[in-house]
């Protein structure tokens, strides 16, 4: 079974900075796709960014552009979302999630994390 544990939320200051890791267990198959994803209470999920197996990252959103980050280490099963420049707007719980090859939709999601911002 798959599974992804994001961590690294918290509660800070605009302008200030956050890294997300999330780990993904149990020997996913073939070259997956992740992203990360937020959510606000009362609304849809909103894409943040999104990254290839081999670490390309390719899509990112408007709203987190130039000021938020998405890497990766495989050896660990590791993605990260480096977030700079908080505003409060960032506030959400983040969620990763990962989509393998072929398919349209993100099969597996962790449990989120909150991040908030506050003025």
């Known amino acids: 079974q798959v599974q992804l544990v994001e961590s690294g939320g918290g509660s800070v200051h605009a302008g200030d900075s956050l890294r997300l890791s999330c780990v993904v267990s149990?020997?996913?198959?073939?070259?997956?796709?992740m992203a990360w994803f937020r959510q606000t209470p009362g609304n849809e999920r909103e894409f943040v960014a999104q990254i290839t197996w081999s670490g390309r990252v390719s899509d990112i959103g408007h709203s987190v552009k130039g000021r938020f980050t998405i890497f990766k280490e495989n050896a660990k099963n590791a993605m990260y979302l480096q977030m700079n420049l908080l505003r409060p707007e960032d506030t959400a719980v983040y969620y990763c999630?990962?989509?393998?090859?072929?398919?349209?939709?993100?099969?597996?999601w962790g449990q989120g994390t909150q991040v908030t911002v506050s003025s």
């Open positions: 999630a990962v989509r393998f090859p072929g398919a349209d939709d993100y099969a597996y």
């Open positions: 149990g020997d996913p198959p073939g070259t997956y796709t």
